[in-house]
């Protein structure tokens, strides 16, 4: 049986209505009922059956530098052992924000974000690399934010 879940089928409308909060996550539920063609009630009614799947998340999304988080950093990580043990042990560090298994040079990505450089180091020696399993970690620092969107839509 594979670890995968089956994909949720949507209707047209659904998509719609996620299209239109991946565009402006505070657009109003009469301003997406007008766009899809439903009641505001009904578009409410269905954002919250479609966040309590699983299946969307609205969130606000922020510029870490303007918080004081000047360290942003991509890990790549090679494991010895149980892969999704070290995932799951990476995802309860406050600092990474993003884990994701992979296959390639690397088992696992992690997304970081740190105050400053001595954060990222104490964060790269003290807890990822004494996590039981880590091999060994290459650490790519973001220099800039070139694109960050997640308005891709729905298939």
């Not at 594979?2 to 402006?24: G, M, N």
């Not at 998340?57 to 052992?81: E, N, S």
Request: a negative charge; aromatic letters at 6%; one cysteine or more.
């Amino acid at each position: 049986m594979s670890a995968r879940a089956k994909p949720l089928v949507l209707d047209d409308v659904s998509k719609a209505i996620i299209e239109q909060l991946q565009t402006d996550g505070r657009r109003s539920y009469a301003e997406i009922g007008k766009a899809v063609g439903l009641s505001e009630a009904a578009v409410r009614q269905r954002v919250q059956k479609l966040q309590e799947s699983g299946v969307m998340q609205v969130v606000a999304v922020t510029d870490p530098m303007q918080l004081g988080f000047y360290r942003q950093a991509m890990i790549g990580i090679r494991v010895t052992g149980d892969t999704t043990r070290v995932a799951r042990l990476l995802g309860e560090i406050p600092a990474v924000d993003y884990v994701v298994l992979t296959a390639g040079s690397f088992d696992i990505l992690a997304e970081v974000v740190c105050e400053n450089d001595d954060d990222l180091i104490e964060l790269l020696n003290q807890r990822i690399r004494g996590i039981e399993g880590v091999q060994s970690t290459e650490t790519f620092v973001y220099l800039r934010l070139h694109k960050q969107f997640y308005n891709w839509g729905t298939r």
